[in-house]
C-alpha cells in the first residue's frame, strides 16, 4: 500500500476537492486519486463528485471490476476517522392521516344528496306536464 496507515478526519479529506488534488473515501479507507482523473473510464466529474462525503456507495454502485479494486492499493493513502462521518439518517416518510377504508358510504351519501332533489324536481316536472296535458284533453 501506498500510505503508511494515517487516520484522517472526514474535514481534513474534504480539502482535498479539486481536480489538482482530489481524495476519496471508500470502505473507511483514504484515497489520493488525482493521478487516475483522466483516466477514469467514468470520467473525472464522477471522481470529483464523491469528494468530502463516503462515497463507498457510489463506488459499490458502478460494480468495479478486481482489477479496478486492485489499483485501489497503489492510490490508499490512509484511514478515515469513522466518528467524523455523519451517521446516515433512516429516511421516515411524513405521518399520513389515517385512511378510512370505508370511505364509500361517504361518497354513497353525497351522491344521494345530490341525485335525491333531482329525481323529485324531475319526477315534479313530470306530474306537472303530464296533469296539464290531461286538463288540455278534457
Known sequence: MGGDGKVFSLAEVSEH??????????????????KFLEDHPGGDEVLLSATGKDAT?????????SSARAMMDELYVGEIDSAT???????TPPQQP????????EFVIKLL???????ILGVAI???FYTKAE???A
Open 126 to 128: 313530470g306530474i306537472r
Open 135 to 137: 286538463n288540455k284533453s
Open 113 to 119: 344528496q345530490f341525485l335525491v332533489p333531482l329525481i
Open 57 to 65: 456507495d457510489d463506488f459499490e454502485d458502478v460494480g468495479h471490476s
Open 17 to 34: 476537492n479539486n481536480s489538482k488534488d482530489c481524495w476519496l473515501v471508500i470502505s473507511g479507507k483514504v484515497y489520493d486519486v488525482t
Open 98 to 105: 389515517h385512511y378510512n377504508q370505508d370511505k364509500t358510504s
Open 85 to 91: 462521518i455523519p451517521t446516515k439518517t433512516k429516511y
